[in-house]
């Protein structure tokens, strides 16, 4: 089955520097791939997500890479504001008809935005 | 947020009692998903519905069952609830109109003691 990693496990920077956290997955089969943001107590929130007949997307300050051949991705933050600071996970599944996107979740990343 | 409710939001129980987890929608969304979420292993998929009466377990199905007798309802059970149980519940539902996307109730924080 699908086995995702990602790294780093915290992330510590300085307001108005970026922020780049990744996550490897196994199952070339896998084909879609959403970021979630968790503030404390609260929900998961989707921030973006790429499929993987694209390469990158972008939303305003938050981007997101794939390599396909190298099974990896990555979620960048420009600009970092303290709001930012928040869990983030990535996450892979296997969209498409008859399948049910069952997400496979990445361990997180705590990120802490210093003012 | 999709309209989902999950009860209770918060509940302590003792270790070999049963308990009950709702989680229920009101977008008509097919598929509805069981997680749980304990540091350092993000969330793991417990069991998943592909509509009514029709589930199938997931990563860490052991120890707890599931029923979705309405397309707004999904319930999950701990039949003899243990300590590894205790942790973070959420409820999940998939959009197969807007490209798929899956949306998370608010939680539910499970105590075992």
């Known amino acids: 089955g699908e086995n995702v990693e990602q790294h780093p496990s915290t992330l510590s920077v300085q307001e108005g520097d970026s922020a780049v956290i990744k996550c490897t997955y196994s199952?070339?089969?896998?084909?879609?791939f959403p970021w979630y943001k968790q503030e404390l107590g609260k929900r998961p929130q989707l921030i973006i997500d790429?499929?993987?007949?694209?390469g990158e997307k972008k939303d305003q300050r938050i981007a997101v890479t794939l390599n396909k051949t190298a099974k990896h991705f990555s979620l960048h933050i420009t600009e970092t504001q303290p709001e930012d600071s928040a869990v983030y996970f990535c996450?892979?599944?296997?969209?498409?008809?008859?399948?049910?996107?069952?997400?496979?979740f990445g361990q997180g990343t705590t990120l802490q935005v210093k003012p | 947020d999709a309209g989902i409710t999950q009860s209770p939001r918060h509940k302590v129980t003792e270790t070999g009692t049963p308990v009950t987890l709702r989680c229920h929608q009101t977008?008509?969304?097919?598929?509805m998903y069981w997680y749980r979420q304990d540091p350092g292993h993000g969330l793991r998929l417990i069991h998943y519905s592909y509509g009514v009466k029709d589930t199938d377990k997931g990563e860490v199905s052991d120890g707890y069952s599931v029923s979705r007798s309405k397309t707004e309802d999904f319930l999950l059970t701990l039949e003899s609830a243990t300590s590894s149980q205790t942790s973070v519940y959420f409820c999940a539902t998939q959009d197969s109109r807007s490209g798929n996307t899956i949306y998370f109730g608010e939680g539910s924080w499970l105590t075992v003691v």
């Open positions: 996450a892979a599944s296997l969209h498409g008809s008859g399948n049910t996107g069952k997400l496979i």
């Open positions: 199952d070339s089969a896998s084909n879609y």
């Open positions: 977008e008509n969304h097919r598929y």
């Open positions: 790429i499929r993987s007949n694209v």
